[in-house]
C-alpha cells in the first residue's frame, strides 16, 4: 500500500472547545436537566451558573470531538489538522498553542474578536459515564464563506463531527470542498440528539458523500429506529462503504460493503471517565485503516488508544502513555 503510505494524512472539522471537567455524584448530575450521558446546547450563564454549584474547582483541557480525534491521529505520528474557529481570548490562545504542541497544523483555523472560545462541561459520575453542556461560542459564528478549497488541499482523508450537521448550509459547503479536494470523507455521528435532528438528509448525505461512518449504540438506533445493535450496522453499511459501530465496553462492530461483520473487542481497563472514548479510538482506529492494515487491527489500535484515555480525566492522555503506544507500533 505505496499510495496509502504517501496519503496517509486527515483534515479534522469540528468545534473547538475547550473542555470543563467535573467529577460529581449521581445527585448532582440529577440535579442538571436533561438526560444522563447526553450533550445539550446551554448558553454562557446556564453554563455558569452549573460550574458555581460544582462541588470543587473543574479541570481544563482542550476538546472537541473532531479535535480529539486529529490530536490523537498526530500523537501517534500522523500528519494532521484541523479546521476549527476560536475567540481570540485567553481560551483561545491556549487552544491553538495545544493543538500545535501536539502536533496539529493550525493553519486552517479561524477566530473572531466577536465572541469567546466554546466550552464543553462535562460532568463525570462514578459509573465513568460523562454528561456534556456545551456552549459553542465562537464555533457556532463560523460561516460557510469563511471556508476555501485552500482549507482542504494536501490532506487525504476528513474527518467530519456530526455536531457540525446542527448548521447543515456550513457543513454541506466543508463536505463539497473536502470532495473537490479529493478526500476520503468520514462522518462521526457524534450523539443521538444529531441523527435525531438530521435524519431527513443522513441517508442521502451517507450515500452520498461519506466513505466511513462511525456510531455508538445510540445514535445507530436513532438512525434506524432499532435497539438491535446488529440491525443498526447494517443500516449504516447500506448507505456507505465502511460502517463501524462503538459498544463501549463490548467493543466494536465493523461493516465493510459486502463484507461479513468483524467484532473486536475493548481493552478491559478500570474506566474513571468516558470523555473522548469514541473519539480516541477513532484517532487509532484512522492511523492503522490509512496505512492499510486489516480491519481488525487498525481497531485493535483504536481500542487500546480507548482505553487509555478512559483512565485519565478528560480527552487528553499523558504523553509518557502516548510513548508507550508509539513505541508497539509496527515499523
Ligand atoms: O467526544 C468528547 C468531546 O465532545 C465534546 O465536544 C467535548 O468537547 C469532548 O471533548
Redesign the pocket.
Given at each position: 500500500m505505496t499510495t496509502a503510505l504517501v496519503t496517509a494524512s486527515v483534515l479534522g472539522f469540528g468545534?473547538a472547545?475547550v473542555?470543563v471537567l467535573a467529577h460529581v455524584d449521581e445527585d448532582f448530575r440529577a440535579s442538571i436537566p436533561g438526560i444522563k450521558g447526553g450533550t445539550e446546547l446551554v448558553d454562557s450563564h446556564t453554563m455558569a451558573a452549573i460550574v458555581r454549584r460544582l462541588p470543587q474547582a473543574p479541570r481544563q483541557a482542550p476538546?472537541?470531538?473532531a479535535a480529539?480525534t486529529i490530536v490523537g491521529y498526530a500523537k501517534l505520528g500522523g500528519k494532521a489538522a484541523l479546521l476549527a474557529k476560536i475567540g481570540l481570548d485567553d481560551a483561545g490562545v491556549f487552544y491553538r498553542q495545544d493543538m500545535q504542541r501536539a502536533g496539529v497544523d493550525t493553519t486552517p483555523f479561524k477566530a473572531t474578536g466577536d465572541t469567546d472560545t466554546g466550552r464543553?462541561l462535562?460532568l463525570i459520575t462514578p459509573d465513568s459515564e460523562r454528561t456534556?453542556r456545551?456552549y459553542m461560542g465562537a464555533a457556532a459564528t463560523l460561516r460557510p464563506d469563511e471556508l476555501s478549497l485552500d482549507d482542504f488541499r494536501g490532506y487525504s482523508h476528513f474527518y467530519c463531527e456530526g455536531?457540525a450537521l446542527f448548521s447543515r448550509e456550513l457543513t454541506f459547503r466543508a463536505l463539497d470542498l473536502a470532495r473537490a479536494a479529493g478526500m476520503v470523507i468520514c462522518l462521526d455521528l457524534s450523539a443521538p440528539e444529531v441523527v435525531l435532528a438530521a435524519k431527513d438528509i443522513l441517508p442521502v448525505l451517507l450515500r452520498d458523500y461519506v466513505h466511513a461512518v462511525f456510531a455508538n449504540e445510540q445514535e445507530a438506533a436513532a438512525f434506524c429506529g432499532s435497539n438491535d445493535p446488529v440491525a443498526g450496522l447494517d443500516a449504516l453499511a447500506a448507505h456507505c462503504p465502511l460502517a463501524v459501530l462503538k459498544l463501549g465496553r463490548q467493543g466494536v462492530r465493523l461493516r465493510e460493503r459486502g463484507g461479513e461483520v468483524i467484532a473486536v473487542p475493548a481493552c478491559s481497563v478500570k474506566a474513571i471517565d468516558s470523555?473522548?472514548a469514541?473519539?480516541l479510538w477513532a484517532a487509532g482506529f484512522l492511523y492503522g485503516w490509512l496505512r492499510g492494515w486489516p480491519l481488525h487491527a487498525a481497531a485493535e489500535l483504536g481500542a487500546k488508544v480507548a482505553a487509555a484515555v478512559v483512565q485519565v480525566t478528560g480527552?487528553v492522555i499523558p504523553d509518557d502513555v502516548w510513548t508507550a503506544i508509539r513505541r508497539d507500533l509496527p515499523a
Open positions: 468545534s472547545l473542555d476538546g472537541g470531538s480529539n464543553c462535562s456534556m456545551t455536531y470523555t473522548g469514541g473519539d480527552a
